[in-house]
Protein backbone atom coordinates (compact mmCIF):
# COMPACT_ATOMS: atom_id res chain seq x y z
CA UNK A 1 0.00 0.00 0.00
CA UNK A 2 2.59 2.72 0.93
CA UNK A 3 4.56 1.49 -2.05
CA UNK A 4 1.64 1.91 -4.38
CA UNK A 5 0.66 5.55 -2.97
CA UNK A 6 4.55 6.71 -3.67
CA UNK A 7 4.60 5.23 -7.00
CA UNK A 8 1.44 7.47 -8.02
CA UNK A 9 2.87 10.42 -5.60
CA UNK A 10 5.92 10.59 -8.19
CA UNK A 11 3.92 9.91 -11.45
CA UNK A 12 1.45 13.16 -10.63
CA UNK A 13 5.05 14.94 -9.89
CA UNK A 14 6.64 14.05 -13.08
CA UNK A 15 2.95 14.77 -14.83
CA UNK A 16 2.80 18.06 -13.21
CA UNK A 17 6.29 19.09 -14.11
CA UNK A 18 6.16 17.79 -17.62
CA UNK A 19 2.26 19.31 -18.37
CA UNK A 20 3.41 22.62 -16.68
CA UNK A 21 6.99 23.17 -19.19
CA UNK A 22 4.84 22.01 -21.95
CA UNK A 23 2.76 25.35 -21.70
CA UNK A 24 5.26 27.26 -20.23
CA UNK A 25 7.01 26.68 -23.70
CA UNK A 26 4.15 26.81 -25.93
CA UNK A 27 3.38 29.92 -24.85
CA UNK A 28 6.46 31.51 -24.27
CA UNK A 29 7.92 30.56 -27.81
CA UNK A 30 6.22 32.82 -30.12
CA UNK A 31 7.03 30.89 -33.25
CA UNK A 32 5.83 27.78 -32.15
CA UNK A 33 2.27 28.96 -30.98
CA UNK A 34 1.71 30.58 -34.09
CA UNK A 35 2.84 27.33 -36.06
CA UNK A 36 0.49 25.69 -34.01
CA UNK A 37 -2.58 27.81 -34.94
CA UNK A 38 -1.33 27.94 -38.30
CA UNK A 39 -0.47 24.25 -39.44
CA UNK A 40 -3.46 22.23 -39.35
CA UNK A 41 -0.36 19.25 -38.97
CA UNK A 42 0.74 20.50 -35.85
CA UNK A 43 -2.31 21.84 -34.82
CA UNK A 44 -3.60 18.09 -34.64
CA UNK A 45 -0.57 16.39 -33.47
CA UNK A 46 -0.77 19.14 -30.81
CA UNK A 47 -4.42 18.13 -29.69
CA UNK A 48 -3.63 14.82 -29.35
CA UNK A 49 -0.54 15.01 -27.35
CA UNK A 50 -3.01 17.29 -24.61
CA UNK A 51 -5.41 14.84 -25.30
CA UNK A 52 -2.67 11.84 -23.61
CA UNK A 53 -2.12 14.39 -20.96
CA UNK A 54 -5.90 14.91 -19.85
CA UNK A 55 -6.56 10.98 -20.32
CA UNK A 56 -3.32 10.69 -18.01
CA UNK A 57 -4.41 12.76 -15.61
CA UNK A 58 -7.72 11.00 -15.55
CA UNK A 59 -6.66 7.61 -15.22
CA UNK A 60 -4.22 9.04 -12.14
CA UNK A 61 -6.88 10.46 -10.40
CA UNK A 62 -9.11 6.86 -10.84
CA UNK A 63 -6.05 4.94 -9.03
CA UNK A 64 -5.70 7.39 -6.35
CA UNK A 65 -9.49 7.14 -5.96
CA UNK A 66 -9.70 3.15 -5.90
CA UNK A 67 -6.34 3.61 -3.21
CA UNK A 68 -8.43 5.65 -1.43
CA UNK A 69 -11.49 3.25 -1.11
CA UNK A 70 -9.41 0.30 -1.21
CA UNK A 71 -7.29 1.49 1.76
CA UNK A 72 -10.31 2.33 3.67
CA UNK A 73 -12.24 -1.45 2.92
CA UNK A 74 -8.61 -2.80 4.47
CA UNK A 75 -9.03 -0.25 7.56
CA UNK A 76 -12.70 -1.86 7.94
CA UNK A 77 -11.94 -5.52 7.17
CA UNK A 78 -8.64 -5.09 10.06
CA UNK A 79 -11.45 -3.42 12.06
CA UNK A 80 -13.72 -6.22 11.90
CA UNK A 81 -11.20 -9.13 12.24
CA UNK A 82 -9.42 -7.71 14.78
CA UNK A 83 -12.05 -5.83 16.84
CA UNK A 84 -14.60 -7.31 18.70
CA UNK A 85 -17.97 -6.51 17.29
CA UNK A 86 -19.89 -5.47 20.79
CA UNK A 87 -16.99 -2.95 22.45
CA UNK A 88 -14.73 -1.63 19.72
CA UNK A 89 -11.45 -2.85 22.01
CA UNK A 90 -9.27 -6.17 20.59
CA UNK A 91 -10.74 -9.02 19.69
CA UNK A 92 -9.60 -12.75 20.99
CA UNK A 93 -8.11 -13.59 18.02
CA UNK A 94 -6.42 -9.49 17.82
CA UNK A 95 -5.27 -10.71 21.66
CA UNK A 96 -3.92 -13.97 19.89
CA UNK A 97 -2.18 -12.16 17.61
CA UNK A 98 -0.41 -9.94 19.85
CA UNK A 99 0.93 -12.91 22.31
CA UNK A 100 2.37 -14.27 18.62
CA UNK A 101 3.92 -11.57 18.25
CA UNK A 102 6.35 -12.66 20.95
CA UNK A 103 6.39 -15.87 19.94
CA UNK A 104 10.25 -17.54 19.93
CA UNK A 105 11.47 -13.69 21.43
CA UNK A 106 12.84 -13.32 24.59
CA UNK A 107 10.56 -12.00 26.75
CA UNK A 108 11.26 -8.26 27.69
CA UNK A 109 12.03 -7.24 31.25
CA UNK A 110 9.69 -5.11 31.56
CA UNK A 111 6.30 -6.46 30.49
CA UNK A 112 3.69 -6.86 32.65
CA UNK A 113 0.03 -8.84 32.14
CA UNK A 114 -3.69 -8.78 33.88
CA UNK A 115 -6.55 -11.13 33.51
CA UNK A 116 -9.46 -9.86 34.32
CA UNK A 117 -12.95 -11.85 34.97
CA UNK A 118 -16.18 -10.54 35.06
CA UNK A 119 -17.59 -12.58 37.64
CA UNK A 120 -21.51 -11.13 38.07
CA UNK A 121 -22.77 -10.91 34.50
CA UNK A 122 -25.40 -13.58 34.48
CA UNK A 123 -26.47 -11.81 37.46
CA UNK A 124 -26.47 -8.61 35.42
CA UNK A 125 -28.53 -9.87 32.15
CA UNK A 126 -30.60 -11.73 34.74
CA UNK A 127 -31.66 -8.31 36.44
CA UNK A 128 -31.16 -5.86 33.22
CA UNK A 129 -31.64 -7.82 30.61
CA UNK A 130 -29.02 -9.09 27.50
CA UNK A 131 -29.07 -5.56 26.75
CA UNK A 132 -27.96 -4.42 30.42
CA UNK A 133 -25.20 -7.35 30.04
CA UNK A 134 -23.65 -5.82 26.81
CA UNK A 135 -23.76 -2.26 28.29
CA UNK A 136 -21.81 -3.46 31.52
CA UNK A 137 -19.37 -4.76 28.77
CA UNK A 138 -18.83 -1.66 26.93
CA UNK A 139 -18.69 0.26 30.06
CA UNK A 140 -16.12 -1.72 31.28
CA UNK A 141 -14.62 -2.03 28.19
CA UNK A 142 -14.45 1.76 28.23
CA UNK A 143 -13.33 2.22 31.69
CA UNK A 144 -10.16 -0.37 31.28
CA UNK A 145 -9.01 1.69 27.99
CA UNK A 146 -9.19 5.15 30.01
CA UNK A 147 -7.26 3.95 33.23
CA UNK A 148 -4.56 2.73 30.17
CA UNK A 149 -4.33 6.19 28.94
CA UNK A 150 -4.35 7.74 32.76
CA UNK A 151 -1.71 5.30 34.28
CA UNK A 152 0.73 4.02 30.85
CA UNK A 153 -0.07 5.64 28.02
CA UNK A 154 -1.77 4.37 24.18
CA UNK A 155 1.56 3.25 23.23
CA UNK A 156 2.67 0.71 25.74
CA UNK A 157 -0.88 -0.84 26.54
CA UNK A 158 -3.06 -3.62 24.65
CA UNK A 159 -6.38 -3.77 26.42
CA UNK A 160 -8.89 -6.67 24.72
CA UNK A 161 -11.60 -8.90 25.00
CA UNK A 162 -10.69 -12.41 25.32
CA UNK A 163 -13.60 -14.17 24.80
CA UNK A 164 -16.93 -13.76 26.90
CA UNK A 165 -16.19 -12.07 30.00
CA UNK A 166 -12.58 -12.07 30.31
CA UNK A 167 -10.17 -9.20 29.47
CA UNK A 168 -6.60 -8.86 28.62
CA UNK A 169 -4.51 -6.09 29.31
CA UNK A 170 -0.46 -6.95 28.34
CA UNK A 171 1.76 -3.51 29.20
CA UNK A 172 5.15 -2.08 28.33
CA UNK A 173 7.62 -0.31 30.10
CA UNK A 174 5.44 -1.76 33.45
CA UNK A 175 6.36 -2.28 37.03
CA UNK A 176 4.46 -3.44 40.02
CA UNK A 177 3.68 0.32 41.47
CA UNK A 178 1.90 0.85 37.72
CA UNK A 179 0.32 -2.15 37.57
CA UNK A 180 -1.46 -1.23 40.78
CA UNK A 181 -2.01 2.37 40.07
CA UNK A 182 -3.94 0.74 36.88
CA UNK A 183 -5.95 -1.27 38.85
CA UNK A 184 -6.96 1.36 41.68
CA UNK A 185 -7.80 3.45 38.56
CA UNK A 186 -9.95 0.50 37.12
CA UNK A 187 -11.99 -0.09 40.70
CA UNK A 188 -12.30 3.69 40.95
CA UNK A 189 -14.29 4.00 37.71
CA UNK A 190 -16.37 0.54 37.96
CA UNK A 191 -17.60 1.75 41.46
CA UNK A 192 -18.79 5.07 40.43
CA UNK A 193 -20.41 3.76 37.62
CA UNK A 194 -21.91 1.51 39.93
CA UNK A 195 -23.01 4.48 41.97
CA UNK A 196 -24.62 5.70 38.84
CA UNK A 197 -27.64 3.67 38.95
CA UNK A 198 -25.99 1.18 36.88
CA UNK A 199 -26.20 -2.52 37.71
CA UNK A 200 -22.28 -3.00 39.63
CA UNK A 201 -19.89 -4.85 37.80
CA UNK A 202 -18.06 -7.46 40.12
CA UNK A 203 -14.38 -8.81 38.58
CA UNK A 204 -11.69 -10.85 40.06
CA UNK A 205 -8.14 -9.69 38.52
CA UNK A 206 -4.45 -11.53 38.33
CA UNK A 207 -1.43 -9.90 37.20
CA UNK A 208 2.11 -11.19 36.71
CA UNK A 209 5.27 -9.57 35.64
CA UNK A 210 8.00 -11.32 33.76
CA UNK A 211 10.58 -12.78 35.42
CA UNK A 212 8.12 -13.99 38.27
CA UNK A 213 7.71 -18.10 38.70
CA UNK A 214 10.19 -18.03 35.99
CA UNK A 215 8.12 -16.72 33.24
CA UNK A 216 10.45 -16.43 30.50
CA UNK A 217 7.66 -15.98 27.27
CA UNK A 218 4.62 -13.99 26.91
CA UNK A 219 2.14 -16.52 26.66
CA UNK A 220 3.47 -18.38 30.06
CA UNK A 221 3.13 -14.68 31.55
CA UNK A 222 -0.64 -14.52 30.49
CA UNK A 223 -1.18 -18.14 31.70
CA UNK A 224 0.18 -17.02 35.31
CA UNK A 225 -2.27 -14.36 35.29
CA UNK A 226 -4.91 -16.09 33.86
CA UNK A 227 -4.46 -18.84 36.96
CA UNK A 228 -4.33 -15.66 39.54
CA UNK A 229 -7.37 -14.37 38.41
CA UNK A 230 -9.46 -17.70 38.13
CA UNK A 231 -7.78 -17.87 41.93
CA UNK A 232 -8.78 -14.24 42.80
Avoid at 56 to 63: A, I, P, T, V
Amino acid sequence: MKKFETIKTIQLIIYILLAGTALFTVFRDRELYQMIGADPHVRLLSIILWALLALSFLFMFFDFGSYTDLKRENLELDHAVYSDHLTGIANRFSCDAYIGRYQHRPLPEDMGCITIDLVNLREINARAGHEGGDEAIRDFSEILLTASRNVFGQKEFFVGRNGGNKFLAICRKCTEDKLRAYLAAVGKMTEARGSSGKPVIRYTEGHALAGEEGTDALDVLVALSDRRAARA
